[in-house]
């Protein structure tokens, strides 16, 4: 089991960004927003370097898997757009932790899916064919450019998995708006099951407050915990605290 790096959403502002990064860093990420709104110069030419082994397969393509933060995760194959077309700045979103560095990876890539207004569609692409860094990012960007539940399959994809920075990245202000009651709870219980903060589940007091039934799942797991002769953990009776409020 992965460790959290951060209960919260990457910020994303360009000027924090600027504050953090190198001059390097900022002259690539310039190019890189440009690409991906569309307003790069085309140069007729195709990129070189590291990026262009990833777009087009080449010998470093491989090598630059073994890298955590451009590592394949495991997907559904029935989840999986047929016939896809990556856009073409996708090497940059792949490339953003090389050279931006991968603590600001995250908001690096979220701000270029902003930048290109990435449809659904695209979104649910990048998630597929990228690493773990590259699907956490999409499900942080997913309120910024998803209005409504066309999204939730990669939400569900990413909490049945036992990557928590994965986890915790799906339980943010998008599921807190578009899932349903019941794949709510259990994403609540997801996280109590691999220990990932509640304080990152978003909406949690206000969907938890009066939740009968998620009061009985949460008495249940605590009594299993109990006869196994295991701690219950501290978030499991702050949720169930919060159930108890307005509850008839």
Do not use: I, N
Not at 115 to 138: I, K
């Amino acid at each position: 089991m992965t460790t959290v790096p951060s209960p919260a959403t990457p910020p994303v502002s360009r000027a924090a960004l600027d504050a953090r990064l190198t001059p390097t860093a900022r002259a690539w990420l310039d190019d890189a927003l440009s690409e991906a709104a569309g307003t790069a110069p085309d140069t007729g030419r195709t990129p070189a370097g590291p990026d262009a082994d990833r777009a087009h397969g080449g010998p470093d393509a491989a090598s630059a898997r073994t890298d955590p933060d451009t590592a394949p995760a495991r997907t559904d194959p029935d989840t999986v757009p047929t016939d896809p077309v990556p856009p073409p700045w996708e090497p940059r979103f792949a490339a953003a932790g090389r050279h931006c560095g991968h603590e600001h990876a995250d908001a690096v890539r979220v701000l270029l899916l902003t930048e290109a207004r990435a449809d659904p569609e695209t979104l649910a692409l990048l998630y597929h064919r990228g690493s773990a860094a590259e699907r956490r990012a999409v499900l942080h960007a997913l309120p910024r450019l998803v209005g409504g539940p066309e999204a939730l399959p990669l939400v569900a994809d990413a909490l049945r998995t036992h990557d928590t920075t994965l986890v915790a990245a799906a339980v943010g202000p998008y599921a807190a708006v578009h899932l349903d009651q019941r794949a709510w709870r259990h994403a609540v219980l997801k996280c109590l099951f691999t220990g990932v903060p509640v304080a990152v589940v978003a909406g949690l007091r206000r969907r938890a407050r009066g939740d009968a039934t998620l009061a009985r799942m949460l008495a249940d797991h605590a009594a299993e915990r109990t006869a196994a002769g295991r701690d219950v953990p501290h978030d499991l009776e702050r949720v169930l605290a919060l159930t108890a409020r307005a509850r008839p």
